[in-house]
């Protein structure tokens, strides 16, 4: 009776592991973390013997990495008044990855899969600064603002397996992604007082001042792309069957 006892968690844990490639209930959906996506959640639906569609939607929790407000790099600004003005442009970003992927298991008899994701990137950004004049302090300070617009493709090819019972299931993939070229985009607004020409006379000089942040803000995507063209890939999650 002993002996069947210390048998019995083993047991348990067998039955409750037992790899089901391609389980009764085709739909199932969970949530994970890892990386790119430091958190996520995910859907997934057997659509063949052999194959699921589904996808991630994840978030970045960028205040917990970054500072909230991102220097960007300062900027000298002559109004039509001939009076100069100092920016120094900060940015907010939030990040997100909507990626749908297909998931492929060459054998019936085991778990293991391959798996192609298609990740699309949105980084949205608020743009905040002060025009400080430079030499005249008695002129006005001008707050400026504006938003960023970043969008990505992240390929990702990985290998998994899934651990499942006929209730819950828990994956693990490991891959590479490759980070594609980036998409930017910005806009920047002011009001521009009278006294300084206001913003119909220094029309000019408010789209030189956008062009420079997404001029900065796309060398930044840039470096990012260069150090991490292409990453490693982990993804763990946990979900049932439904």
Not at 63 to 72: A, F, S, T
Request: hydrophobic share 40%; proline share 8%; net charge neutral.
């Amino acid at each position: 009776a002993l002996r069947q006892f210390r048998a019995f968690p083993l047991s348990l844990l067998l039955c409750c592991t037992q790899a089901l490639a391609f389980p009764t209930r085709p739909f199932s959906a969970g949530v994970g973390l890892g990386v790119p996506e430091f958190t996520f959640i995910e859907a997934q639906v057997a659509v063949f013997v052999r194959c699921q569609l589904g996808a991630t939607f994840g978030a970045l929790p960028i205040p917990g990495l970054l500072p909230k407000n991102v220097p960007l790099d300062t900027q000298t600004v002559s109004l039509s008044t001939g009076d100069t003005f100092t920016l120094e442009p900060k940015v907010t970003p939030s990040f997100y990855l909507l990626s749908p992927f297909i998931r492929v298991f060459p054998s019936k008899d085991n778990n293991f899969y391959l798996q192609l994701m298609w990740s699309m990137l949105r980084l949205t950004a608020a743009i905040t600064g002060d025009l400080t004049p430079r030499d005249n302090p008695s002129l006005p300070t001008v707050p400026v603002t504006g938003s960023v617009l970043i969008t990505q493709s992240m390929p990702t090819f990985s290998v998994g397996y899934f651990f499942s019972s006929q209730i819950y299931y828990f994956n693990l993939a490991i891959g590479v992604a490759h980070m594609m070229s980036p998409t930017t985009s910005t806009s920047v607004s002011a009001t521009i007082p009278n006294s300084l020409g206001g913003n119909s006379t220094n029309e000019e000089q408010l789209n030189n001042i956008n062009a420079d942040i997404q001029s900065s803000v796309a060398s930044a995507s840039a470096e990012v792309r260069k150090t991490y063209g292409f990453s490693p890939s982990l993804h763990i999650s946990f979900g049932f069957y439904f």
